[in-house]
């Protein structure tokens, strides 16, 4: 008897290492970047918010989290914490500028503005959602056709201030495209886009810098 409870007891620690190591990791996602992604979409839309840009770049030690390329397989641990990266980044400058130098640049933040360059506006921001809670919120299709439940970083501008289709960098939001417009949007003001209304709503009103990519 006690050698069938010995083997009993074997099994049975077999059995729960093996569950063990099936569940050890079920709050990881493998995401297989496409040509629209960017990490902070990504953040938004694995952690619902922006605040995990650094967390994603580290976990798949990428030396620059400003760029990822389509095809590449993402490991996203969905229950980390938000966390600072330290990685040095190596960036070429623009060919606008003629140059083949590059620099060493330390980011203390992923989506620090100080990473990206072109024309700076200040503007103020506003912010609507495609949450249904959200009474005046747009919908989940941008005027330029984006599927805001695919590609929720999406900004609404007025076209005359700053085209339609531009690529943009908006302080405390991160890289999106000016791909929406709204009847309020008229002048120096922007309206960004979150996927809850309680997001929008903790945005609210504020001053930005907006850097215009393009």
Avoid: C
Wanted: glycine letters at 6%; charged letters at 20%.
């Amino acid at each position: 008897m006690k050698t069938i409870k010995s083997l009993l007891l074997t099994t049975a620690a077999v059995a729960s290492l093996a569950a063990m190591s099936t569940t050890a990791h079920a709050d990881e996602v493998k995401h297989v970047v496409t040509s629209d992604d960017t990490l902070t979409a990504l953040s938004l839309k694995y952690f619902g918010d922006i605040d995990h840009v650094a967390t994603i770049a580290d976990q798949n030690d990428l030396d620059d989290p400003n760029m990822i390329y389509d095809g590449t397989t993402l490991v996203i641990d969905t229950d980390a914490k938000a966390e600072t990266s330290t990685k040095t980044s190596t960036k070429t400058a623009s060919s606008k500028d003629d140059s083949t130098s590059t620099e060493d640049t330390t980011s203390t933040e992923a989506t620090d503005a100080s990473d990206y360059s072109g024309t700076t506006l200040t503007m103020e921001s506003t912010a609507y959602s495609s949450d249904p809670a959200d009474t005046l919120g747009g919908g989940t299709v941008t005027a330029t056709g984006q599927n805001l439940l695919e590609n929720p970083m999406a900004v609404a501008v007025d076209p005359s201030v700053i085209p339609l289709g531009t690529r943009l960098y908006v302080e405390g939001y991160g890289e999106a495209i000016a791909s929406d417009t709204g009847g309020a949007i008229k002048g120096n003001i922007i309206d960004v886009h979150f996927p809850t209304n309680a997001q929008a709503e903790q945005w609210g009103r504020r001053t930005v810098k907006v850097t215009i990519l393009d």
